[in-house]
């Protein structure tokens, strides 16, 4: 509905404002130029969830080829992904050197480390426990602005910390469906291992 996506749209609006203001890890947004959003259709059937912005949902075109293989085997047009996490980490010796943090940011609008005066040569990381947890309340946010029908959740650990997080501890596995409060939450592979057949798998399960 009309209504319900100009809603969505000023909620979304107002979330991404505290997002990119958020400063619960200190430390990691430094070296952020700017927070990961989701991106789609503003009032979804099928909402995906990836852990992070890696190098691989990062490409639009493996974001393409998802959604593609979504709307041709499961049949679902209005999509919408986001991350659990919304800012990657990242190990960087030079950082790591500093004792004093200071204030601002440490690198600039062309990614170039203050620190250094070269290009931020950081190494991405997988989010830990204390990343997921501080961002958590963000994703479960965005879940109760846009309630699609469905959730993908890509990965292991974006099962385990949103089906956790509404009360869903047993049985958690690939492959499977859990009902919530008129959503369906679905678990998928890692997105760079998600194929066609693997959706399909999905499939015999709706």
């Not at 979330?15 to 259709?41: A, F, N, Y």
């Not at 099928?46 to 990062?58: D, G, K, M, P, V």
């Not at 997921?132 to 965005?142: K, P, R």
């Not at 057949?197 to 499939?203: A, E, G, V």
Request: hydrophobic share 35%; net charge neutral.
């Amino acid at each position: 509905m009309v209504g319900n996506r100009e809603q969505n749209i000023r909620r979304i609006i107002e979330m991404e404002d505290r997002i990119c203001q958020c400063q619960r890890c200190p430390s990691l947004v430094k070296c952020l130029r700017k927070p990961s959003m989701g991106k789609g259709e503003l009032d979804p059937e099928a909402l995906l969830i990836f852990e992070y912005e890696n190098s691989y949902t990062r490409d639009i075109n493996n974001i393409i080829r998802l959604r593609n293989i979504i709307k041709q085997e499961l049949k679902l047009d209005k999509i919408y992904h986001t991350f659990m996490v919304r800012c990657q980490p990242k190990a960087c010796a030079t950082r790591q050197s500093v004792t004093c943090y200071g204030e601002g940011k440490w690198i600039d609008k062309d990614y170039t480390c203050l620190l250094s005066n070269k290009t931020c040569d950081g190494i991405p990381v997988k989010p830990g426990n204390s990343e997921i947890i501080s961002c958590l309340s963000f994703l479960l946010e965005e879940i109760e602005i846009l309630h699609p029908t469905y959730l993908l959740l890509f990965g292991e650990r974006v099962t385990e910390f949103v089906l956790k997080s509404y009360g869903i501890y047993s049985n958690l596995a690939t492959n499977q469906r859990y009902e919530y409060e008129h959503m369906t939450f679905i678990t998928a592979v890692d997105e760079n291992e998600f194929q066609p057949d693997n959706c399909r798998q999905l499939l015999n399960i709706l």
